[in-house]
């Protein structure tokens, strides 16, 4: 039940007005919360409801990227057409869309048949979607990584001045200060990294850039038939397929306390699809030694982006470095396979 309602504050900025869903010519049965969307029953099967945060800009690119896949890879989500043939109705000053619904199951990062389907999906999405380069400014970060990081780097030690001028003033604080000078030579060793690596000869190679989806989390992944399908596409964007492979190793080793053997099952089964050379490699090593969870959380806790309770920054931060030693291991690991 938390699971459906945890979004709560984003569920109660929908309008459900029964003209919205007239715009899509849908006669609606029942309507359930689901995270931050809704589960619409209706006269023509079950669909999401959604309610677009971006601009039109994005969202259309997002609707040209899916359409670019569907042509070789059709396990991705599809948008309802409105009456007026649009894949966005406006309703009280609010973008809505309207999607199919992928009948099937969450993908489980801990079930190993379920990671190898996923990987095969990721694979084969990649493939799909090469030569995908529409270059939307907010969604082009070809060659950005470096810069990134760099950008990053510099909001930690900004966060690390304001945790010292309150010093002794919170958990939250003295757990980040015990940690953050470790995490800042991780972030240094990232860039050296990836400025060793062939990064930005990478990015010539339209070989290797696809149109990632950039948030693979569990239930984004719904699997059917042993298959997977990709849904939410909400953060894509156009980058070499290494940054996407990196997202999803991340978050799955995260659960298994960064174990190497599921590290090379994804390297093995993306591979038998879409071959990652050694250049690849290095690169993919760069990226995954940036300390993302950290950095995440401690931005989002000291820009206050994220409206969450101090127990529960507390808790989170906890936990992303609770298991830093097996994240050092799994590098050294990963190192060994260049």
């Not at 200060?177 to 060793?196: D, M, P, T």
């Not at 990015?203 to 042993?226: G, M, Q, S, T, V």
């Not at 300390?291 to 931060?317: A, C, G, M, V």
């Amino acid at each position: 039940m938390r699971e459906v309602y945890r979004n709560v504050n984003d569920l109660v900025k929908y309008d459900l007005d029964i003209e919205l869903f007239n715009r899509f010519d849908l006669e609606v049965y029942d309507i359930y919360p689901l995270r931050s969307i809704f589960i619409v029953s209706t006269s023509k099967g079950d669909k999401i409801l959604k309610k677009v945060d971006y601009g039109k800009e994005d969202l259309l690119f997002i609707h040209e990227g899916l359409s670019y896949i569907r042509d070789k890879f059709n396990r991705v989500m599809n948008f309802v057409r409105t009456v007026d043939g649009n894949i966005y109705a406006l309703w009280q000053d609010e973008m809505y869309c309207m999607i199919d619904i992928i009948e099937g199951r969450e993908s489980d990062y801990s079930n190993p048949l379920d990671l190898i389907a996923m990987t095969k999906g990721l694979a084969e999405l990649h493939v799909a979607s090469t030569g995908f380069d529409r270059h939307l400014k907010s969604r082009f970060k070809l060659g950005q990584m470096i810069n990134k990081f760099y950008r990053c780097l510099k909001e930690i030690e900004v966060f690390k001045n304001i945790a010292e001028i309150n010093e002794g003033e919170g958990e939250f604080n003295e757990i980040f200060l015990c940690r953050v000078e470790h995490y800042i030579e991780e972030v240094k060793k990232s860039i050296n990294l990836l400025e060793a690596s062939p990064y930005y000869k990478l990015c010539e190679d339209k070989n290797k850039i696809a149109l990632c989806h950039h948030d693979l989390a569990y239930h984004n992944i719904i699997l059917k038939n042993n298959e997977a399908y990709f849904i939410d596409f909400d953060y894509s964007i156009v980058d070499l397929k290494v940054h996407d492979i990196c997202n999803f190793m991340n978050k799955v080793l995260k659960s298994s306390a960064y174990d190497i053997e599921q590290g090379k099952i994804i390297l093995k089964e993306y591979g038998q699809i879409n071959e990652i050379d050694s250049r690849e490699m290095a690169v993919l090593y760069g990226v995954l030694t940036f300390p993302q969870d950290f950095y995440s959380i401690s931005r989002d806790y000291y820009t206050r982006r994220k409206d969450w309770t101090e127990e529960s920054f507390i808790n989170k931060l906890k936990k992303k470095t609770e298991i830093e030693e097996f994240r050092i291991e799994f590098l050294k690991e990963f190192e060994g396979l260049l």
